[in-house]
């Protein structure tokens, strides 16, 4: 079955540095988004990417963060100047083009900022 | 304003019990769709059962089974016959028409206890 696969699983960071969270969606989906959790909370939105661009984002997804389609498999989160309370789960997904469809999420990428 | 609501943090039960997980929503959109994600120990969000909002139809899914009723704004989620491998948190979520973002209930803990 095909898989979202982000990388790396686990990623340690100092306060200010700048991330880079990488996903392989996948191949025949057109959409990608970034969603986080923070540890015990919930699963909240990022952002939405289609089309070679941002679709949808919410209030997190503020200047500090960025995403991009490099190249035509890969899809990146890139956190500028990282701070603690950036330390979360952070899920890449995938869907085809049906609005009704479900979501394949990565098994996540989990950010420690120290 | 959209939201999902599910009020059980934690549910404990024997092996072998049946479960019922509650899930409420808000929404004011008349086309809408429900999802359940099972988030177990490692981590990763796995998807459960999507539901549009013009299908009230109940689903059975081997143990699984889902309860939609639009009159309450509940889609309920059963577990019969309990096992130690369901133990998991257990997510529902709502994606309006026109948005690509999913809204996440705060997760119910399920223990299933041997």
């Known amino acids: 079955e095909p898989e979202v696969t982000q990388t790396p699983s686990h990623q340690v960071t100092q306060m200010g540095q700048e991330v880079i969270l990488r996903c392989v969606p996948i191949?025949?989906?057109?959409?990608f988004y970034w969603y986080r959790q923070i540890l015990g909370q919930k699963v909240e939105f990022l952002v939405s990417?289609?089309?070679?661009?941002?679709?949808?984002k919410s209030e997190i997804f503020d200047d500090q963060f960025s995403v991009e389609r490099p190249d035509g498999s890969n899809f990146t989160l890139k956190i500028r100047s990282t701070k603690l309370e950036d330390s979360a789960m952070y899920f890449c997904?995938?869907?085809?083009?049906?609005?009704?469809?479900?979501?394949?999420f990565g098994s996540g990428t989990r950010l420690t900022v120290v | 304003a959209q939201k999902v609501t599910q009020a059980q943090t934690e549910i404990s039960v024997v092996e072998k019990e049946d479960v019922t997980l509650d899930c409420v929503y808000e929404?004011?959109?008349?086309?809408?769709?429900l999802f359940w994600y099972k988030q177990p120990p490692s981590g990763e969000l796995v998807f459960l059962i999507r539901r549009n909002s013009f299908d009230e139809q109940n689903e059975i899914s081997g143990r699984y089974s889902w309860n939609f009723q639009k009159s309450t704004s509940s889609f309920n989620f059963t577990i019969t016959a309990s096992q130690v491998v369901d133990s998991a948190v257990y997510f529902c979520?709502?994606?309006?028409?026109?948005?690509?973002?999913?809204?996440f209930g705060t997760g119910t803990r399920l223990k299933v206890l041997a």
């Open positions: 990417f289609y089309n070679n661009e941002i679709s949808e």
């Open positions: 997904a995938s869907s085809e083009p049906g609005q009704g469809d479900g979501y394949t």
């Open positions: 929404t004011r959109d008349t086309t809408y769709y």
């Open positions: 191949s025949n989906h057109l959409y």
């Open positions: 979520a709502l994606r309006a028409q026109g948005t690509y973002k999913y809204i």
